[in-house]
């Protein structure tokens, strides 16, 4: 078993999730209709270039070409930006980072609107964003990630959308994935054991339709099937005695 983190690692992840949550807020006046995903990109390098010790945790990560993704409506996760990409009004814009930090890792997203959305989407990003807080509040030690994902799929089906099977959270620290695996969904009391100097990246990946996705042909990008809308929000969490530590807010 890997040794938990250290108080003074577990600093470094707060050092670079607090800049992690100033860059993902400052993204979010660049969603507008009319910009290409290249330039939330861009933006994303240039708000970087503030911390020469911090780099995109993304860049080469098992070859993903870009230092950010930049997912839209039916993609849920993995978006590669682009010149080609130009965001509409109404779209929902999920954004995926990662910063390294001293050898360190952490990792957030949140769906933005561009411009105005319609009501179904923005009760979707609602109880996608507190479906995420209630996962959260499980992850304490002794608890299992089954309570985890388990606490997001009972919130989110209560609110009549369904979470993703095929990709799931995951443990983060000295690598951007590590164990356990965290899925948001489950029974509680089953799965891995969280405890005291491990952190978690919990990820609930939402959709208005059916949860199935599929890899477009670029390789990356995880889209719904049925062409429903999708949500992604996500927080790097410390699992400590005194509870869950978001490590990834300003
Ligand atoms: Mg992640």
Not at 12 to 30: S, T
Not at 126 to 140: R, V
Request: net charge positive; proline share 5%; with cysteine.
């Amino acid at each position: 078993m890997t040794e938990g983190l250290s108080n003074e690692e577990i600093a470094c992840m707060r050092a670079a999730g607090r800049v992690a949550a100033l860059i993902l807020k400052k993204l979010k006046k660049c969603v507008r209709p009319g910009v290409t995903t290249k330039y939330i990109e861009e933006s994303f390098d240039n708000y970087l270039k503030e911390y020469p010790e911090m780099e995109s945790a993304f860049k080469g990560f098992m070859g993903y070409p870009a230092s950010l993704c930049v997912s839209i409506n039916d993609e849920v996760i993995h978006g590669i930006p682009s010149e080609e990409r130009t965001i509409k009004e109404g779209d929902l814009v999920s954004i995926d980072l990662g910063i390294k930090y001293k050898g360190l890792f952490v990792d957030t997203a949140y769906t933005y609107i561009a411009g105005r959305a319609q009501p179904p989407a923005k009760k979707l990003l609602k109880a996608s964003l507190k479906a995420l807080y209630e996962g959260i509040k499980k992850a304490k030690p002794q608890a299992t990630t089954g309570d985890v994902g388990s606490a997001v799929q009972s919130f989110i089906e209560k609110q009549g959308f369904a979470v993703v099977r095929k990709f799931v959270g995951h443990g983060i620290g000295r690598a951007l994935h590590q164990h356990p695996e965290v899925p948001n969904f489950g029974t509680p009391g089953k799965g891995d054991e969280l405890s005291d100097g491990m952190a978690i990246a919990i990820e609930p990946m939402v959709t208005a339709g059916n949860y199935d996705v599929e890899v477009a042909k670029d390789g990356w990008t995880a889209k719904t099937r049925d062409g429903s809308l999708s949500a992604h929000f996500e927080h790097t969490v410390a699992i400590t005695k005194k509870g869950p530590v978001i490590l990834t807010r300003i």
